[in-house]
């Protein structure tokens, strides 16, 4: 059969197809459609098309009409197998069962990133609490009397900077730096790990830096009691991204039976999950940061028993939810 | 074949046995892209940055919380729409898709896009570029760990023209990919100037028993010759 016969022998079935992918892509307006499109037509038209592409390859068909039912097929598969997953039923099956479920399943990198955070956090919390100069060689002078400003007593918001001007101020900031420092933790992890190892290691001695100086200041009360609440989402959250980057990195180090390729895209189909609860995590987190942990006016006592609910909360959540479900 | 060879395409088979040709899009064009998406960035925050002057004391919230976004899921935002493409990568006529062909899922826009970080790294995006310019798909890391690939939009191909061309009987038998590459001249003709045509048409000049000959005439027989691989007779 010559290609110009074949052409004209399946031109119409083409132009069919064609016209449908065009209303189904919304490239023609569906009203100017002829007819509205039917998935088993589009579907038999599609296996038809892919036949005549395989003959017209086959028989070395001219590229201009290979290329047509490439591009058809092309499209036509693209509409018969997407798989688009988003809307509520999907987020709400992210919060109820797989973050959880993917944070157990990988619980050995969690508790080591919660290590790498922890660690340094004590060290240089005791060691700063006992040499309080040490505190300069983590942050420069004017930071530490920053933070000394923000956790003061008479402060009238806790952990508000000088500059911030109102607490939803402040909750920009903790979006934005908090959720963004989350993200890098991730996905420097590709680095065999080091990134995410640096950024754990960093934020747990900065953090312990700033909380052995605070209380070797007398500032404790604030600050401690400042901490624990939003504590509960960031320091888990933060701690989790750590372990999602430590499982891209471990990926590449000990493929195991897969290629390395296979293993980066297993690994970060499996622990992009833990990223998603990790964001809404810090979503919480920035909420209860600048408009309960700063209120200076909640006693003590109150923030602390929150901060004890929290807490149990959020590691029960981690532990048990979605164990049982299908 | 020889075009493979040259050719960067990649192959993705479909259920029905179909490889689909993709063409994975070079560090030209996706640096042409990422450059229309960042001055896009800068003037959606510059708008941004004004509007949020007149909402007072949550104005800087706002803004924070918007460059935040804007920064991150801009892209993811834009890839999961109908193109699959940012408006950067639509004007340069490329897009993302998944490695088998298929329109990018949430996971994986969500997974290249936050590993942009990593593919900055050491510098301006250092670790990105040696990614592509080593690899035949020119993936980054980002798409590397996503499982997804940058294409060209593919382009309705022009339908052959060859009306006032007389069919012309090889002088040569041909072998069916010999056909497939006097009619892919054929096809590309229409693209190219007379004199560039009257050059290839040249190399091919034994088909039509002009062996060692060029020129216009030369080239209207090869043509021809085209012309009968296609079905047409005199």
């Known amino acids: 059969m010559t290609p110009l016969r074949f052409e004209a022998l399946y031109e119409r079935e083409w132009q069919e197809l064609e016209e449908l992918l065009d209303v189904v892509l919304k490239r023609t307006p569906a009203k100017e459609a002829k007819q509205p499109p039917r998935g088993e037509r589009i579907a038999a038209l599609y296996r038809r098309a892919c036949e005549h592409l395989a003959l017209a390859r086959a028989r070395s068909y001219p590229a201009y009409l290979q290329d047509r039912l490439d591009r058809l097929t092309a499209d036509a598969h693209q509409v018969i197998y997407q798989q688009r997953e988003l809307g509520a039923a999907a987020l709400w099956r992210v919060v109820s069962r797989d973050f959880p479920r993917a944070v157990r399943a990988d619980a050995a990198y969690v508790f080591l990133a919660a290590a790498l955070l922890a660690v340094p956090a004590f060290v240089l919390g005791i060691l700063v609490h006992y040499e309080p100069g040490l505190i300069l060689s983590v942050v420069d002078a004017r930071t530490a009397a920053q933070f000394e400003q923000m956790y003061s007593m008479s402060a009238e918001s806790i952990g508000r900077t000088r500059e911030a001007g109102t607490d939803w101020t402040m909750f920009g900031i903790y979006i934005s730096n908090n959720i963004g420092i989350a993200f890098q933790c991730f996905a420097s992890g590709i680095a065999a790990g080091l990134g995410s190892i640096f950024f754990l290691v960093y934020n747990g001695a900065l953090f312990g830096a700033i909380a052995g100086y605070l209380t070797e200041r007398g500032l404790g009360p604030t600050f401690y009691s400042f901490v624990a609440t939003h504590g509960a989402f960031e320091l888990t959250a933060i701690a989790l991204s750590g372990a999602a ?8 180090l000990a493929p195991g039976r897969r290629t390395r390729r296979q293993s980066l895209v297993h690994a970060a189909r499996e622990s992009v999950v833990i990223v998603y609860g990790v964001t809404a995590m ?3 987190a920035a909420a209860v940061e600048a408009f309960w942990s700063s209120a200076a006016w909640v006693p003590s ?9 929290c807490w149990i909360v959020v590691l029960a959540y981690l532990a048990f939810q979605g164990r049982h479900a299908a | 074949m020889a075009r493979h060879v040259l050719d960067t395409a990649v192959a993705a088979e479909t259920p029905e046995g179909i490889l689909l040709e993709l063409r994975p899009a070079g560090l030209a064009a996706r640096f042409y ?14 708008a941004a940055g004004l509007a949020s002057l007149f909402m007072g004391g949550f104005g800087a919230a706002f803004w924070l919380v918007f460059y935040f976004l804007l920064e991150w899921f801009y892209p993811v935002v834009f890839e999961l729409g109908r193109s699959g493409a940012t408006p ?13 062909g298929l329109p990018v899922t949430p996971a994986a826009s969500f997974t290249r896009n936050l590993l942009r970080v990593a593919d ?17 798909d020119s993936k980054r890391l980002g798409d590397l760990a996503a499982a997804t690939i940058v294409v060209h939009q593919p382009q309705r191909p022009p339908k052959l023209k060859l009306d006032g061309v007389a069919p012309v009987t090889p002088a040569v038998p041909l072998r069916p990919s010999d056909q497939a590459a006097i009619v892919a001249l054929a096809a590309r003709a229409p693209t190219l100037t007379a004199e560039r045509l009257d050059e290839l048409a040249a190399l091919a000049s034994a088909v039509s028993g002009d062996a060692g000959r060029a020129g216009p005439n030369v080239t209207r027989r090869v043509l021809g ?10």
């Open chain 1, 245 to 252: 980057g430590l499982k891209l990195g471990a990926s590449l």
């Open chain 1, 282 to 284: 810090l979503v919480v």
């Open chain 1, 301 to 309: 006592s109150v923030k602390y028993g929150v901060a004890a609910v």
């Open chain 2, 33 to 46: 892209a990422f450059l229309l998406d960042w001055l896009i960035r800068l003037v959606i925050a510059y």
């Open chain 2, 88 to 100: 950067g990568k639509s004007i340069v006529g490329i897009k993302v898709v998944m490695d088998n």
């Open chain 2, 120 to 136: 900055f790294l050491p510098f301006m995006f250092g670790a990105a570029v040696v990614s592509m310019l080593l690899r035949r």
């Open chain 2, 225 to 234: 010759v085209a012309q009968w691989a296609m079905g047409k007779r005199a």
